[in-house]
């Protein structure tokens, strides 16, 4: 049974690498791997295959930076004589990129299954790329593999059928606990500077920041005045910022040098710019602060998971169980409310570490049996492998 995987992104990747290492254990299994090109940074983009053991890709699309309607076009264009060259039994994409989206529609159009992994999240904040790519996706999905509760609840109230959707938990977590010895004990040749050395070593009392969401950084008047209140924090914790590609393109054309590294860009205070980091050097630097401020979704599962208290400069989030059963505040964009929750995690008011019930290392086991029995089956029928039934886990698997 050939699986066509379509990843593009580095939260992509990180969320593959358990499930292509799973399905090769599998000899039922042929998993294929499609890297469509999406992030176009290339070093990054080959680090973190080589940090996550994820195989060369079987195909890459090598598409061009653009909007995310000439990107998913492209990926189409591109992707379509792949799957029709493969004629895989199923498609299946992760998360909630471009790539996912284009990966899902192409499949759809041309009658092969399509599989989500992480379905039925939602921010219900339509002015988010993102929230139209989980959607659509979602719609135009036959396997529904959910990461929380609150997916199979959204996926439900949209009327997903019953017997499609599976609360089967985090793989990204996977991925982090396979890892994260070897994170602690890893080097971080890219945090060059004096100061960012001086803090890691000898005050490690710091903040982690990151910064990408389109709404965000390409409004210069909100990320400017998020970016005031920021510096406001700095002067109380150092903040280690590894930029993200839009982001320091912003930065530049508000004069800040792209990486200055220590601390003394234009206005930059004490948010040292760093460049992007891999896979494991941002894990150990996470792992290792007081907090962190960011708007990704992925950072908020991960400092959950690492107990590390995050503060999300939204105003939703598309991961409440983070906030419900994690160490995630959302604190939107006002000042008053930021400094209240620096000052309270500054004074030592941590909230206890919790552990999500199926964020336990076996998220790619129970999908990958969950794709034997589906397409073995045809589909029609899906009996819970005892194995997997566990407090926390709810089956909605349906009988017919």
């Known amino acids: 049974m050939k699986i066509l995987n379509v990843v593009g992104a580095r939260p992509n990747f990180v969320k593959i690498a358990p499930l292509i290492s799973e399905m090769r254990k599998c000899s039922d299994l042929e998993p294929l791997l499609v890297h469509t090109g999406q992030h176009y940074d290339t070093e990054m983009s080959d680090s973190f295959f080589r940090e996550l053991d994820i195989p060369q890709p079987n195909y890459h699309l090598h598409v061009k930076p653009g909007s995310s309607a000439s990107q998913i076009s492209e990926i189409m264009g591109r992707l379509e004589p792949v799957i029709l060259q493969v004629r895989p039994d199923a498609v299946l994409v992760v998360g909630d990129v471009n790539s996912t989206l284009a990966g899902a529609l192409t499949a759809a159009k041309l009658g092969i299954p399509v599989v989500h992994v992480e379905a039925g999240l939602r921010s219900f904040d339509r002015r988010m790329p993102e929230e139209i790519n989980r959607v659509v996706t979602d719609v135009i999905s036959d396997l529904l593999l959910v990461s929380e509760p609150s997916g199979v609840e959204n996926l439900l109230r949209e009327g997903r059928p019953r017997n499609r959707v599976f609360l089967v938990g985090n793989v990204m977590i996977d991925t982090l606990k396979r890892l994260l010895a070897r994170a602690e004990s890893s080097a971080l040749p890219a945090l060059q500077g004096a100061a960012v050395c001086q803090i890691l070593s000898a005050e490690p009392r710091y903040a982690v920041l990151t910064l990408h969401r389109q709404g965000l950084v390409d409004d210069p008047d909100l990320f400017g005045k998020i970016w005031g209140i920021l510096q406001e ?87 409440p169980f983070t906030v419900t059963d994690g160490t995630n505040r959302i604190v939107g964009l006002d000042p008053g409310r930021i400094h209240r929750e620096v000052d309270r995690l500054l004074s030592g008011e941590v909230r206890q570490k919790l552990a999500p019930g199926l964020w336990d290392g076996r998220a790619a086991e129970r999908i990958v049996r969950i794709l034997c029995d589906h397409f073995q089956t045809g589909g029609e029928r899906y009996h819970t492998p005892r194995e997997f039934v566990m407090p926390g886990w709810v089956s909605l698997a349906g009988t017919n």
């Open 233 to 319: 924090v700095a002067h109380r914790i150092p903040i280690i910022f590894p930029v993200h590609p839009r982001t320091q393109l912003r930065l530049q054309s508000m004069g800040f040098e792209p990486y200055p590294g220590n601390g003394h860009g234009k206005g930059s205070g004490g948010i040292h710019i760093i460049p992007p980091l891999g896979y494991l050097e941002f894990l150990r630097l996470q792992k290792q602060a007081a907090f962190v401020l960011t708007d990704s979704g992925g950072v908020q599962e991960e400092a959950t998971a690492l107990g590390v208290p995050c503060l999300t400069l939204r105003e939703n989030t598309e991961r």
